[in-house]
Each structure stands twice: as structure tokens, then as C-alpha cells.
């Protein structure tokens, strides 16, 4: 059974900076690229960051190229997202994600195991 957990949601001032954990568990993790996702209230959820499987090759999403980094640990099986300068529309729940990758997969469509959220809050 795929478990996807992720951590590291807070409030935090306009500026700051916040990182999120993700564990997958019950898959391979170095089979799959890896994705964080955004939803805010009234909002569609949107690709924030993702990964690649091995090769760590990264898709960002406009609004955070510059201010986060995705990154992976292989060894630990666990997916994070630095981010900094953080804006109050920042503001959402972030969940993680995960999709089979057969090539290097570069991208934020079609994941298949998705995590509960964590809740991210900027003020301002």
C-alpha cells in the first residue's frame, strides 16, 4: 500500500522561508518523479514544483521559479521543497505526489498517489 506523507506546513511572515517534507513509502521511490502541488481556497490546484526520478531534472512553476527549490533524497525516500521569499499568495495546501517514471519524466501531470496536504500560510 502507497503512502505519500508530507510535513513542514506553518504560518509564516511575508519573507520568510519554509521547507516541506514529503516520505513515500510502499513503492519504489527511485521509480517515480516526484511533485508538490497548491490549492488555495477557491482556486484550481496547480503544478508547483516537480521532479524527476534519478537524474533530478526539475519543472517549476512560474510564480516560484527563483524563490523554491525542489530536491530529492533517493536514499531516504523523501521529496522537499525549500522555499523562500515567501508571498501571502503563496498561501495553500501543499500536497506531494507521486507518478511512475519510466524516462526521466520532467513534469506535473498525470500523478497517480497523492498525499493529505500540509498547510502553508503566509501573512503579510
Known amino acids: 500500500q502507497v503512502q505519500v506523507v508530507e510535513s513542514g506546513g506553518d504560518l509564516v511572515q511575508a519573507g520568510g522561508s519554509l521547507r516541506l517534507s514529503c516520505t513515500a513509502s510502499?513503492?519504489?521511490?527511485?521509480?517515480?518523479?516526484m511533485g508538490w502541488f497548491r490549492q488555495a481556497p477557491g482556486k484550481e490546484r496547480e503544478g508547483v514544483s516537480c521532479?524527476?526520478?534519478?537524474?533530478?531534472?526539475?519543472y517549476y512553476a512560474a510564480s516560484v521559479k527563483g524563490r523554491f527549490t525542489i530536491s530529492r533524497d533517493n536514499v531516504k525516500n523523501t521529496l522537499y521543497l525549500q522555499m523562500s521569499s515567501l508571498k501571502p499568495e503563496d498561501t495553500a495546501m501543499y500536497y506531494c505526489?507521486?507518478?511512475?517514471?519510466?524516462?526521466?519524466?520532467?513534469?506535473?501531470?498525470?500523478?497517480?498517489?497523492w498525499g493529505q496536504g500540509t498547510q502553508v500560510t503566509v501573512s503579510s
Open positions: 505526489a507521486a507518478v511512475t517514471d519510466y524516462n526521466e519524466y520532467v513534469g506535473c501531470i498525470g500523478y497517480k498517489y
Open positions: 510502499g513503492l519504489t521511490f527511485d521509480d517515480y518523479a
Open positions: 521532479i524527476s526520478r534519478s537524474l533530478g531534472s526539475t
